[in-house]
């Protein structure tokens, strides 16, 4: 009777005390994201500008195909360097429908107070051309995914060969980092080494480029925290110019009192 007891309890612990075990065990198949080196990470980094500018070039060449940038406007893109008459000739890319005084709908050049374009004109078409996949807002993307910027990185440099037993579907693709689709997402893999050339001749490599346009959109995601922190770097160079000023003065005021 005791044995049996005794017998029971032993194997109710080892049930026990093997379960985090097991669950630890399924948690490490889940890839650990790729850890870009960012220059905006900790309180006083400031978004990386040049790199920022080739990630507006990919988004333009390669992901606004399929992505829109929702609540971005043409204007917003003078925060990474940009020059007024380079904004104005960047937003004139495009066309945007208006209406003209009689109230005909027209089309005209964009002009910088413009949203950016969307590839598609509402969830359905854009479902159509993506075999049943919607391409998400990627303005918010960095914000609204667990891993953030690390999480884009990783899925755009994600891409493997399906293993044996993953049975893909039409449009379907293998990336170890899309875990909320079980590994299948149905986006073809957008970037490759020299998807991109940059006219300055930097390295448009898929992990750079991968960099790049993730950068890109860590700020699009939060442009007034990068300008915020910017101001924080200014208003602290001013406090330690300002507490050097003080101390000198009072060094000066109190030596000539004594
Ligand atoms: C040919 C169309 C196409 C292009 C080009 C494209 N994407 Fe996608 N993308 C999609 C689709 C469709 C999905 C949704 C996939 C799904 O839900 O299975 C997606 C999903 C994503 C996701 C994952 C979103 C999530 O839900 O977690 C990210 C990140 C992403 N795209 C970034 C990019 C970036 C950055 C580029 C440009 C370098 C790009 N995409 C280019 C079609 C595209």
Same mark, same amino acid.
């Given at each position: 009777?005791?044995?049996?007891?005794?017998?029971?309890?032993?194997?109710?612990?080892?049930?026990?005390?093997?379960?985090?075990?097991? =669950?630890?065990?399924?948690? #490490?198949?889940? *890839?650990? !994201?790729?850890?870009?080196?960012? $220059?905006?990470? @900790?309180?006083?980094?400031?978004?990386?500008?040049?790199?920022?500018?080739?990630?507006?070039?990919?988004?333009?060449?390669?992901?606004?195909?399929?992505?829109?940038?929702?609540?971005?406007?043409?204007?917003?893109?003078?925060?990474?360097?940009?020059?007024?008459?380079?904004?104005?000739?960047?937003?004139?890319?495009?066309?945007?429908?208006?209406?003209?005084?009689?109230?005909?709908?027209?089309?005209?050049?964009?002009?910088?107070?413009?949203?950016?374009?969307?590839?598609?004109?509402?969830?359905?078409?854009?479902? =159509?051309?993506?075999?049943? #996949?919607?391409? *998400?807002? !990627?303005?918010?993307?960095?914000? $609204?995914?667990? @891993?953030?910027?690390?999480?884009?990185?990783?899925?755009?440099?994600?891409?493997?060969?399906?293993?044996?037993?993953?049975?893909?579907?039409?449009?379907?693709?293998?990336?170890?980092?899309?875990?909320?689709?079980?590994?299948?997402?149905?986006?073809?893999?957008?970037?490759?080494?020299?998807?991109?050339?940059?006219?300055?001749?930097?390295?448009?490599?898929?992990?750079?480029?991968?960099?790049?346009?993730?950068?890109?959109?860590?700020?699009?995601?939060?442009?007034?925290?990068?300008?915020?922190?910017?101001?924080?770097?200014?208003?602290?160079?001013?406090?330690?110019?300002?507490?050097?000023?003080?101390?000198?003065?009072?060094?000066?005021?109190?030596?000539?009192?004594?």
């Amino acid at each position: 009777m005791i044995r049996r007891f005794l017998l029971g309890a032993a194997i109710a612990v080892s049930a026990l005390a093997t379960q985090p075990l097991v =669950a630890h065990a399924q948690e #490490a198949a889940e *890839p650990e !994201l790729l850890k870009g080196d960012w $220059s905006f990470s @900790g309180i006083f980094g400031t978004i990386d500008k040049a790199s920022a500018q080739r990630g507006l070039q990919i988004y333009k060449e390669v992901c606004s195909n399929c992505h829109g940038l929702y609540e971005m406007s043409y204007r917003n893109i003078a925060a990474l360097g940009y020059s007024d008459d380079q904004v104005k000739a960047f937003a004139a890319q495009y066309q945007v429908n208006d209406t003209n005084d009689d109230g005909a709908v027209i089309q005209r050049p964009a002009k910088p107070s413009d949203r950016f374009v969307r590839p598609f004109p509402n969830e359905k078409a854009a479902r =159509a051309a993506n075999n049943g #996949a919607n391409p *998400p807002d !990627l303005a918010l993307i960095v914000k $609204s995914r667990e @891993g953030g910027v690390n999480y884009v990185y990783s899925i755009l440099q994600g891409y493997k060969q399906a293993p044996a037993d993953v049975k893909l579907a039409d449009g379907q693709y293998y990336n170890i980092y899309f875990t909320a689709g079980g590994q299948k997402i149905g986006m073809p893999q957008p970037l490759t080494d020299g998807a991109v050339t940059f006219a300055n001749g930097a390295p448009n490599d898929l992990k750079s480029e991968a960099h790049d346009v993730a950068t890109f959109l860590a700020w699009a995601a939060e442009p007034e925290q990068d300008a915020r922190k910017r101001l924080g770097v200014r208003v602290m160079l001013f406090l330690i110019v300002l507490t050097g000023a003080l101390y000198y003065a009072k060094r000066k005021i109190w030596a000539d009192l004594h």
